[in-house]
């Protein structure tokens, strides 16, 4: 059984930064891609960024490309979000998520594997 634990979320005021991390532990994969989604309330679910695990390659969401860093530590297998110069539409539900096998390419991403999620609330 595989499992997304996501930690870090919560209340900051634009501007700030804040870093979320997402711990994988059950089976190891093989090859996969891990993203994180947010969900803003009463809005659809929406891709954020993107981490090739064998490469490191990434990808960004257009509203966060500039701001948002995402990273993967190999040896605690563990992604992070490093979120900067937080705005208010970034307020939102922030989910783990995998995808194994890889897919082609990161903005394909079709996660079969998610976290419980993390509140990020920002204040204007």
């Known amino acids: 059984q595989v499992q997304l634990v996501e930690s870090g979320g919560g209340l900051v005021r634009a501007g700030d930064s804040l870093r979320l991390s997402c711990a994988v532990s059950?089976?190891?994969?093989?090859?996969?891609?891990m993203g994180w989604f947010r969900q803003a309330s009463g809005k659809e679910r929406e891709f954020v960024a993107g981490?090739?695990?064998?490469?490191?390659?990434?990808y960004y969401a257009d509203s966060v490309n500039g701001r948002f860093t995402i990273s993967r530590d190999n040896a605690k297998i563990t992604v992070y979000l490093q979120m900067n110069s937080l705005k208010p539409e970034d307020t939102a539900v922030y989910y783990c998520?995998?995808?194994?096998?890889?897919?082609?390419?990161?903005?394909?991403?079709?996660?079969?594997?998610w976290g419980q999620g993390t509140q990020v609330t920002v204040s204007s």
């Open positions: 998520a995998a995808e194994d096998p890889a897919p082609i390419t990161i903005a394909s991403m079709t996660p079969n594997y």
């Open positions: 981490i090739m695990w064998n490469d490191a390659t990434t």
């Open positions: 059950g089976r190891t994969f093989r090859t996969y891609t």
